[in-house]
């Protein structure tokens, strides 16, 4: 990481949120922006693959799940946002379809085992319309 000018440290955001179309398209783009808002933060690059794994695994989930034939919507969209704080970054993926057991799959598959397994915490909400899954991964020796 390059230094500002008189020896400071760059600007670093401790938060970031991205929303895309809920396509595949949105797969690739969403992990890019986790794996550099990691990165920048110190996370190094076997947890920077971990997260990107991780949200590639949530995200497809929404695109394949969310918004089933005859649900997707012209502003149909999956969202992240993620957040450095006291050593962990958290990162969260929202979407607005039809949740977990209310579309023609459940989406409880291997994803789901895979995002458990890369993640320090796993939670699934669904409150109201969507689904929201958060992920914590510890940076700094945390491990």
Aim: hydrophobic share 40%; no cysteine.
């Amino acid at each position: 990481m390059s230094k500002r000018p008189g020896g400071t440290q760059p600007h670093r955001p401790r938060s970031v949120s991205v929303a895309a179309p809920a396509t595949p398209a949105a797969i690739a783009g969403l992990r890019h922006s986790a794996a550099e808002f990691a990165s920048a933060h110190g996370a190094d690059k076997k947890l920077t693959d971990d997260i990107a794994l991780a949200v590639s695994e949530a995200v497809t989930n929404v695109v394949k799940y969310a918004y089933g034939p005859g649900q997707a919507r012209p502003d149909s969209k999956v969202e992240l946002e993620a957040e450095a704080d006291d050593g962990w970054l958290e990162v969260r993926i929202y979407d607005r379809g039809a949740g977990f057991g209310r579309g023609a799959s459940d989406g409880l598959g291997l994803g789901l085992s895979i995002m458990a397994s890369l993640s320090a915490e796993l939670t699934i909400v669904q409150e109201g319309e969507g689904t929201e899954v958060r992920m914590r991964f510890p940076l700094l020796g945390r491990r």
